[in-house]
């Protein structure tokens, strides 16, 4: 398949390798956040670690969508449900999530609540015109990637004119995440990450410059990736290079997609619908400023969290749950003492074994019985 199978050839992929085993000064240790989980997902799926030498190190980061959902949000949307007897409509992965009392989206369906997968949330707009005497609620979450649909379906509720929609948002956004990290420690500069893969897709629509500021300020460098394997080993190689001539820059992987300017039209689409929340609690992170959105209040009539006067309660995560850690690169899933245990992605035990873009998901499916 054209722009698949020519970034997942093995040859290259082996000179790659080469490359970086030449490049890696046996001196140090090259400690890269792999920002996104679909790198993670990447990384574990193509056994790209293997072909790593040991002192570059691959260290997962909080980029995937449902893991940093926290427990409070799921409840919210549960409550939606069961309580306010709207049709809720979501993405697949989010109806896994565990929430408070063992329950999930999943289970809060199957005992009865009008809980709908969608594959798009335009489906949620047409079951909306298809039910005039229901509400429709799309429990909207991910990072920037997918927060132009959402303003998108918006504006059409807007042009429609439609009385029984409305969004509930949990939309967040990578580069204060990234801040987040390096703020973590009281000196930035002793935060024990080197650089990062910085995710595609986000950046074929925000574009290679908001990080800019953050590579001036933190002196990381980040390099702009693809999700295929010859992507993700060619970032790696690009970090490698910079860290040893002690250059830390924006360079950016992803030609094929991502300009430095990014999607102007859906930027402009989004900054018409959404404002910045001043603080929002992520799974792992907790409250962090300014990182994620909110609907503008010309669209008031769309947001759920108004209509239905949604107030958020932070929910601790399960006990014996890493997840927390994990989402800050402090500890693996192997590291869990239910991972592969009590935890499966059968029967997810915490948000990072839901979606395959979890780290602990990805790590349980192709690499559980070696040591990483
Ligand atoms: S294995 Fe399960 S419980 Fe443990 S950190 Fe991962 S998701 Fe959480």
Not at 28 to 41: A, I, K, N, P, S
Not at 246 to 273: I, L, P, S, Y
Not at 357 to 371: D, K
């Amino acid at each position: 398949m054209k722009y698949v199978d020519e970034f997942r050839d093995g040859e290259l992929a082996r000179a790659l390798a080469n490359a970086i085993a030449k490049a890696a000064d046996p001196a140090r240790t090259y400690r890269l956040m792999e920002f996104c989980g679909g790198h993670t997902h990447a990384i574990s799926r193509y056994g790209l670690l293997d072909l790593l030498p040991p002192n570059v190190r691959m260290i997962h980061g909080p980029g995937c969508p449902v893991c940093v959902l926290p427990i409070g949000r799921i409840d919210s949307a549960i409550a939606l449900a069961t309580q306010h007897d709207v049709i809720l409509c979501t993405y697949a992965d989010t109806m896994r999530v565990p929430a408070s009392g063992g329950l999930s989206l999943f289970k809060a369906k199957a005992q009865g609540a009008d809980i709908r997968m969608v594959y798009s949330c335009d489906d949620a707009l047409r079951i909306a015109q298809e039910n005039p005497s229901r509400e429709v609620v799309f429990f909207a979450i991910g990072f920037e990637t997918t927060t132009p649909p959402t303003a998108a379906i918006i504006l059409q509720a807007a042009r429609l004119n439609l009385t029984n929609f409305s969004v509930f948002c949990n939309h967040v956004l990578t580069p204060a995440a990234m801040v987040h990290i390096m703020e973590s420690e009281q000196d930035p500069a002793a935060v024990a990450i080197d650089g990062f893969v910085g995710p595609a897709h986000v950046s074929t629509v925000i574009g290679s410059a908001p990080y800019e500021a953050f590579v001036a300020r933190y002196q990381r460098p980040v390099v702009i990736a693809g999700f295929e394997p010859l992507d993700v080993i060619q970032s790696i190689l690009m970090l490698v290079l910079q860290i040893n001539e002690g250059r830390a820059e924006v360079e950016n992987e992803f030609t094929r997609a991502v300009t430095r300017e990014g999607n102007r039209k859906a930027q402009a689409m989004c900054g018409q619908v959404f404002e910045m929340r001043e603080s929002f609690d992520w799974r792992g992170l907790g409250e962090v400023p300014y990182s994620a959105l909110k609907i503008r209040p010309e669209f008031a009539q769309f947001d759920a969290e108004l209509r239905y006067q949604i107030a958020y309660l932070q929910v601790p995560d399960h006990k014996a749950c890493e997840c927390a850690a994990i989402l800050r690169g402090h500890k693996r899933p192997t590291d869990c003492k239910v991972f592969g245990t009590v935890c499966t992605p059968d029967h997810p035990i915490g948000a990072c074994m839901v979606s395959s873009e979890g780290a602990c998901a990805a790590h349980y499916t192709y690499g559980r019985f070696r040591v990483v």
